[in-house]
Nanobody, 124 residues
Framework: QVQLVESGGGLVQAGGSLRLSCAAS????????MGWFRQAPGKEREFVAA????????DYADSVQGRFTVTRDNAKNTVYLQMNSLKPDDTAVYYC?????????????????WGQGTQVTVQV
C-alpha cells in the first residue's frame, strides 16, 4: 500500500504561481511513476505531468509544457508540481497518483494509488 497526501492548493490570480506537494508513505517507491492529474467540474480526470521516482525522467501534457515543472525529493518521499503562469483553465482539483510499474502512462486508469486531491482556483 502507498499513502499519498497532497497540499499547496489555493486561490491565485491569473499569471500567478503555486507549488503543490505530494508526500508519499508506505511501500518503497523505487521504479514507480509518480503522476499529477487534475479534474475540473463536469470533465474527465486528465493527465498533467509524471516523473520517474528512480531516475527523475519527466513527461508533461502539452497544455502545461513550459509552465509546470514536476520534481521529486527522494529523501523526503515527496513529489512537487511547480505551476507558473497559471490560467483560469488550470482551475481544477489536482491529484497525485502512483503507477507501480516503471512505464509512463497518461491514463488515470493505469495508476493504482491516489491522494485526496487539492483544489486550485485561478481567477481572472
Amino acid at each position: 500500500q502507498v499513502q499519498l497526501v497532497e497540499s499547496g492548493g489555493g486561490l491565485v490570480q491569473a499569471g500567478g504561481s503555486l507549488r503543490l506537494s505530494c508526500a508519499a508513505s508506505g511501500r518503497t517507491l523505487s521504479s514507480y511513476i509518480m503522476g499529477w492529474f487534475r479534474q475540473a467540474p463536469g470533465k474527465e480526470r486528465e493527465f498533467v505531468a509524471a516523473v520517474t521516482w528512480e531516475r527523475g525522467g519527466k513527461d508533461y501534457a502539452d497544455s502545461v509544457q513550459g509552465r509546470f515543472t514536476v520534481t521529486r525529493d527522494n529523501a523526503k518521499n515527496t513529489v512537487y508540481l511547480q505551476m507558473n503562469s497559471l490560467k483560469p483553465d488550470d482551475t481544477a482539483v489536482y491529484y497525485c497518483a502512483v503507477r507501480p510499474v516503471p512505464l509512463y502512462s497518461r491514463s488515470y486508469r493505469d495508476y493504482d494509488y491516489w491522494g485526496q486531491g487539492t483544489q486550485v482556483t485561478v481567477q481572472v
